[in-house]
């Protein structure tokens, strides 16, 4: 089966969902503003999103998909559900015990993500009253995961993909609604974000039902399922999720910057996570299920016919959108973003951390695509040791860069480092003779490398012949945006088509 229909799919959903994304970031920039209030709530979100990362969709899904997929093709559909069910009373345990932990020392993780708050009564206490809140998404959302890797290995990509809709439906609806009826306006996002978690688990509910594999919940840490899930997924915890640990570092050095930087990092990450979740999010869900089917079936051609095809489609989407985004960094910042409470200054400032990430995107796409190569045969010390690598180098360029260049010096860090990382990741399975690439990466290279040029003057020659964007109306700058970013692309496909790119260089080879 080919792999470009799922992959679709989950971009289609996962499309959706950026765009709505968008409008829930435009949402908080026009009612909020970039300040310290939404410093606080945007601290109190990552805490559990970056724990949700870690284990539910990092090192909890790496390990869970290869083994639960092992279970389908070797063993029967008994102990398959067996061994759903009794990891989702582990999973459950233990996720129902860190939420109450998360909640009662909300002020020690709060202290301990931004310690720069400390000395800000104000924010602390607002930070704290959030985290309270939006702890326990981990639990529902940790779970809304573990349902989707389960759809996952029986191809039902969509609705997963579909999810993370419902968290900025709701988070749009409380900003209009609940936050005029609070006495703290922004508390109404940290519960957009509780009501969310349990909708999105619900949501899934009825589709596992519809194979039979509705969880019920046995507790059971000795079952060789569980005891070797857990087994793959504790070194797993930081090779997995290198990017996460490194955007929190980056919050934590930034809470010692002026007010303002954390919003600014958080617009330029958003911006970044949007080509970033089309592709790289949408790749890494599709090939990890099938580099597992791969292995289980002990096809080692297939393996790395499957990864040569994730990794062309890194250069040919990720490479131009990674020169778009740096390239329209700004225009983009001030259409989509700025306003009375998002002024001039914030659109400048969040443009210079858009244009630092964007330096990275292939990096971060790649990370996306080559981890799923070590999880699928079940290898999870191999990343650790380059993820360990890689964190102490971005701590170091973290100090490094930024005095001179603030919060778009911690932004550009993590850029480094997640490139190192995915470089690492691939000399690694060269080296084992894991993965082979097809014949054609030279010519590939050269002419996507050209188009990328074709497109980047395309790009620059337009945003340059609109003038000053801080200056345009709102009306003008999406008309002029769309108008820059439809011919940047017309540009670069015409360019792929005369140099000899065809509909093969995106399909699987089989």
């Given at each position: 089966m080919s792999l470009i229909p799922s992959l679709v799919k989950v971009s289609g959903n996962t499309l959706l969902s950026r765009l709505l994304g968008f409008v829930r970031d435009l949402v908080m920039a026009q009612l909020f503003g970039a300040d310290g209030k939404t410093d606080a709530f945007l601290v109190a979100l990552k805490i559990p999103n970056f724990f949700r990362r870690l284990f539910a969709e990092g090192a909890f899904a790496s390990a869970f998909v290869p083994v639960l997929m092992e279970y389908r093709v070797k063993r029967g559909f008994g102990e398959l559900k067996a061994l759903v069910d009794n990891l989702a009373g582990s999973l459950g345990v233990t996720l129902l015990l860190m939420t109450l932990i998360g909640v009662a020392g909300a002020p020690l993780f709060i202290l301990l993500f931004a310690p720069g708050f400390s000395g800000e009564g104000a924010k602390m206490a607002l930070a704290v009253e959030s985290l309270r809140l939006t702890f326990p998404y981990l639990l529902f959302i940790s779970l809304t995961a573990f349902a989707g890797g389960i759809l996952n290995i029986y191809n039902r990509f969509?609705?997963?993909?579909?999810?993370?809709?419902?968290?900025?439906?709701?988070?749009?609806?409380?900003?209009?609604?609940?936050?005029?009826?609070?006495?703290?306006?922004?508390?109404?996002?940290?519960?957009?974000?509780?009501?969310?978690?349990?909708?999105?688990?619900?949501?899934?509910l009825p589709f596992l039902n519809k194979l039979g594999l509705m969880p019920r919940p046995r507790p059971d840490f000795r079952d060789p399922g569980v005891r070797r899930v857990l087994h793959l997924m504790l070194p797993a915890l930081l090779g997995v999720s290198v990017i996460q640990v490194n955007l929190l570092l980056n919050t934590l050095m930034a809470s010692f910057l002026p007010s303002g930087s954390i919003s600014w990092l958080y617009y330029s990450d958003r911006l970044m996570e949007f080509p970033l979740g089309l592709?790289?999010?949408a790749l890494g869900t599709v090939i990890l299920p099938n580099l597992s089917r791969r292995q289980a079936e002990g096809s080692t051609d297939g393996f790395s016919r499957t990864l040569d095809w994730g990794l062309r489609l890194v250069l040919l989407?990720?490479?131009?959108?990674?020169?778009?985004?740096?390239?329209?960094?700004?225009?983009?910042?001030?259409?989509?973003?700025q306003s009375a409470a998002f002024d001039a200054q914030d659109v400048v400032m969040a443009g210079r951390g858009l244009m630092a990430y964007s330096l990275g995107m292939v990096g971060f796409i790649?990370?996306?695509?080559?981890?799923?190569?070590?999880f699928a045969r079940q290898d999870t010390r191999t990343p650790v040791k380059i993820a360990v690598r890689a964190l102490i180098l971005n701590i170091v360029l973290n100090i490094a860069l930024m005095l001179p260049l603030a919060h778009a010096g911690l932004a550009l860090a993590t850029t480094v480092s997640a490139s190192v990382n995915a470089w690492l990741l691939y000399a690694g399975l060269r080296r084992e003779g894991i993965y082979q690439p097809l014949p054609g990466w030279r010519t590939r290279f050269l002419r996507v490398s050209v188009a990328c040029l074709l497109m980047g003057f395309s790009l620059w020659?337009?945003?340059?012949?609109?003038?000053?964007?801080?200056?345009?109306?709102?009306?003008?700058?999406?008309?002029?945006?769309?108008?820059?970013?439809?011919?940047?692309?017309?540009?670069?496909?015409?360019?792929?088509?005369?140099?000899?790119?065809?509909?093969?260089?995106?399909?699987e080879d089989r």
């Open positions: 969509g609705i997963p993909a579909f999810t993370p809709v419902l968290l900025n439906l709701s988070i749009i609806g409380c900003a209009f609604w609940l936050s005029p009826r609070l006495a703290e306006p922004i508390l109404a996002l940290a519960w957009g974000v509780l009501i969310a978690g349990v909708a999105q688990l619900t949501l899934q592709l790289g999010v989407l990720g490479l131009p959108a990674g020169i778009g985004l740096l390239l329209l960094a700004e225009p983009i910042m001030a259409t989509l973003f790649l990370i996306k695509v080559l981890a799923p190569a070590y020659f337009g945003s340059a012949l609109a003038g000053e964007w801080l200056e345009l109306a709102r009306w003008d700058k999406i008309w002029r945006l769309l108008s820059i970013i439809g011919a940047g692309a017309g540009v670069y496909l015409l360019a792929l088509w005369g140099l000899g790119i065809r509909k093969r260089d995106f399909v």
